[in-house]
Each structure stands twice: as structure tokens, then as C-alpha cells.
Nanobody, 116 residues
Framework: QVHLVESGGGLVQAGKSLRLSCAAS????????MGWYRQAPGKQRELVAT???????NYADSVKGRFTISRDNAKNTVYLQMNSLKPEDTAVYYC??????????WGQGTQVTVSS
């Protein structure tokens, strides 16, 4: 079984930065993708960024140039550096782990609130 623990959310003013962390534990297989999704009130959960074990990354257009996803494979941890935050970034951010042929796992979510 896999367990994901997120941290780093909070309240921040527009233009400032936050760094989210997600540590995975359990049966982590080498071929996987870790990523971040977010869900704002009244909206569907959307992809923010992903980082595959092979090194490829993918970003939503709305965060390109502002957010950076990174991984520490030795710690099975994924990070999301969020710069130049905007009020529209306000959402619950969820860590995700996609194990090839073995399913997807989610963290509990961490609230990010960006004030004007």
C-alpha cells in the first residue's frame, strides 16, 4: 500500500511564493509518475504538473513559467515550487502517484489561498 503526505500549503499574498512537498511511502515501484492536481471551489480537479520517473515533465498552461515541479527519488518526494502566485491559484492541491499497472494514489490535499 502507498501513503502520500503533503505539506507546505497556507495563505499567501499575490506575487509571493510557496513550496509544496509530498512524500510517498510504501510499495513504490520504479516506473511511476508523481504530480500535483488542484481543485478550486465549484470547479473540477485539474492537472497542475507531473514528473515521470524517466524525467519528463508536464505543466498546465496556466502555471507554465511560474510553477516548477521537481523530484527527489531517493526520498520518493515530489515538490511544487509556486512563484508569482495569483488569486486564481487558490485551491486545494493534491499530490498524486501513478504506478504503472498498479493504480493511482492521492494525498489528503493541502489548501493554498492567495489573497489579492
Amino acid at each position: 500500500q502507498v501513503h502520500l503526505v503533503e505539506s507546505g500549503g497556507g495563505l499567501v499574498q499575490a506575487g509571493k511564493s510557496l513550496r509544496l512537498s509530498c512524500a510517498a511511502s510504501g510499495s513504490i515501484f520504479s516506473i511511476n509518475t508523481m504530480g500535483w492536481y488542484r481543485q478550486a471551489p465549484g470547479k473540477q480537479r485539474e492537472l497542475v504538473a507531473t514528473f515521470a520517473s524517466g524525467g519528463s515533465t508536464n505543466y498546465a498552461d496556466s502555471v507554465k513559467g511560474r510553477f516548477t515541479i521537481s523530484r527527489d527519488n531517493a526520498k520518493n518526494t515530489v515538490y511544487l515550487q509556486m512563484n508569482s502566485l495569483k488569486p486564481e491559484d487558490t485551491a486545494v492541491y493534491y499530490c498524486n502517484l501513478d504506478l504503472l499497472f498498479r493504480g493511482r494514489y492521492w494525498g489528503q490535499g493541502t489548501q493554498v489561498t492567495v489573497s489579492s
